[in-house]
């Protein structure tokens, strides 16, 4: 175990009923609120009522920020800061999934700055503060809700970057899993690639490598993870599946997992970031596709720890550690493609012909993230595996 | 899974090389402290050296308040109250176990009340504010370093109580697991019986029973704690095992393991707290007497549950649940023996024939933390369990 430092003092208000304390929250940090949320879903399932009448009670005063998409743009949450400072709000409230949260954290961060917000995103700039930042979560996979990252897309040139900073981490977050009884099958098999592929880039890409207690809390998240998405896929309403997705989400990416594990890259998510940069796909979709890829490719350099995987997760035995871990990658494949979720980039419609775009996108977020070993030919490589 | 409210803030600096770190961090919340320590050992190891240094290069004042004993004592608190008080300290650091992080705690409580600081233990009164406490690491087992619990022992009446405040939850605890590899065989074993209890009373006595997450993440830990107290047994300087023993111990009993368990009950602590009060000694030692005389008792109403115990932590099988929950119980004991931490109260040297007089004291606990079901008579079946 190497060293580290975990501090993630995120308040978690989690259970059925629990929507309507979110004004007295959000009261104990301010008394107007930049409420921001999507594409309207909140009005239609009366969570948006629940939220503004909790306000109004709690004599919050409130303006609405609507219109957040999935993979969340610049140029929008540019109007958000605008917005936000216009109306001196004190506090930024997120009503949705990863993207809603996302853009309320670079609002809240991006208030304070006076220069161009996506300094920050591509680390030329630092974030010195932000607006306290409260979530009520209504998609479970991101772990935004309890963690300081925010990821935002820059329109012009495709470029999908993020900001890590404790300023943006969500003071107190809500989960009703109720909420996530009308998820659709798709965004719920996409929630949870996600929560699994947050947790095995740490697992395959660790620089400690002796972490016996966070490799069983991976297996152990992931297994839950897998059998709560099995559930769902047939009973979108059972409320145990739901909630064990939804906390395992939170453990998944709140920092838990990779205490200890030393430096940990997130090559799938770098490629990934691509994928739905330029073709605008779920998150979860593009993971789904590149980490299989991914795993083919580093079977060589990582293969008693794929094997490991294989052995843990899909309980597969056998004498050669890179048989045992090519029927590893093999399972995943399949059950990501069970529960509806691509595992080539044929199947989310990317032809084969952009491969070189892709790579060249992905490569330059790798200088961001510095992240050594990852050429154009390495992502072409990985990106080939895809076909 | 049940509704659930999560929050620890404390900051957890984990490694070699970081007990420097301290002076920094506790000048952050003031310019003079009450250091709180145990019987002297700090002094020879170097860690008290270590901690007054940083402390003088951060600008901190501070005045000594050592003699914290195993089992730390009310009377022995109350001097420290007395001092902090006169002294006008503004913050309280613990260099020390379980014990001295306790003292430390009750101490920091008890500057704020102006009536007898036993009152909160007898849940009489609320506690309404503490100094900030921090805390050096010295013994890992109780969990005390990322939780809001602190238990005093008053003398007269052997009465082992416990409070639980938001207002004792140290802000920041320095965990270097280097300082462990002294810690004696009989310590290492205590420690890892404290963690593991911790963990199985939620894990026997919750009241939400569909907790797939929390159930791994108990099962996973307590893999952990047993793998690398055999590791330590043999070679009290691993560096691997004295880490993931030391993360395991937080993370066993910070809150995250029983989030969503519903209402949790500590049945072999209340017991256990009588024989450490009463005969002082090792709360762990104590626990592996307790345990398994509880789980014994527990056999015919929670069958199942200690089944699945059985199953998960020592691969048994079998076609009865009852005999196989039987043999998990007989390979607890048999481990506990193994590191050398008594499971009778003959190996203990405690008389048969107090067994009375203990059931006496344990049932008024049970009263104070309105646990029901434990008679007196319960326990004494409970306790002819250990004989």
């Not at 350099?301 to 050669?320: C, H, P, Y």
């Not at 330059?364 to 595996?385: C, D, H, M, T």
């Amino acid at each position: 175990m190497q060293n580290f430092v975990f501090e993630n003092p995120t308040k978690i208000i989690f259970g059925k009923g629990q929507i309507p304390k979110i004004g007295k929250e959000v009261s104990r940090f301010g008394r107007k609120a930049l409420l921001v949320y999507g594409m309207g879903s909140i009005l239609k399932n009366g969570i948006y009522n629940q939220v503004a009448d909790s306000l109004k009670k709690a004599g919050v005063d409130f303006v609405d920020f609507p219109g957040v998409k999935s993979n969340p743009v610049l140029s929008h949450v540019q109007k958000g800061i605008a917005l936000a400072q216009k109306e001196k709000v004190d506090v930024v409230l997120a009503v949705g999934g990863g993207s809603v949260i996302d853009a309320a954290k670079a609002i809240a961060a991006g208030v304070k700055v006076g220069h161009d917000i996506w300094d920050l995103f591509t680390f030329s700039q630092p974030v010195t503060g932000a607006l306290p930042v409260l979530t009520v979560v209504t998609v479970s996979a991101s772990a935004s809700e309890m963690n300081n990252g925010a990821v935002l897309t820059k329109e012009d040139g495709c470029q999908k970057y993020c900001i890590v900073s404790p300023f943006i981490q969500p003071k107190v977050s809500i989960l009703d899993p109720t909420v996530l009884f009308s998820l659709s099958p798709g965004y719920s098999a996409y929630s949870a690639v996600d929560v699994i592929t947050h947790m095995l880039e740490g697992y395959f890409n660790n620089t400690a490598f002796k972490t016996p207690i966070q490799d069983r809390l991976v297996e152990s998240l992931m297994k839950t993870v897998m059998e709560s998405t099995d559930i769902i896929m047939e009973e979108p309403d059972n409320y145990s599946a739901r909630a064990n997705m939804m906390w395992s989400a939170i453990l998944g990416f709140n920092g838990l997992t990779t205490a200890g594990m030393g430096r940990v890259q997130m090559p799938a998510h770098m490629i990934e970031h691509s994928l739905s940069a330029i073709y605008d796909i779920p998150h979860g979709a593009g993971l789904s596709i590149v980490l299989p890829a991914w795993m083919t490719w580093a079977l060589e350099t990582k293969t008693e720890r794929l094997a490991k995987f294989a052995r843990e997760i899909f309980t597969m035995k056998g004498r050669g550690s890179k048989a045992v871990a090519e029927k590893g990658i093999a399972c995943l494949k399949l059950w990501f493609e069970s529960i509806g979720s691509p595992v080539s980039l044929k199947a989310a419609n990317i032809p084969k012909n952009d491969i070189d775009k892709i790579a060249e996108n992905a490569f330059a977020l790798s200088q961001v993230w510095f992240y050594e070993g990852y050429s154009k030919e390495v992502i072409i490589q990985i990106l080939k595996n895809a076909c």
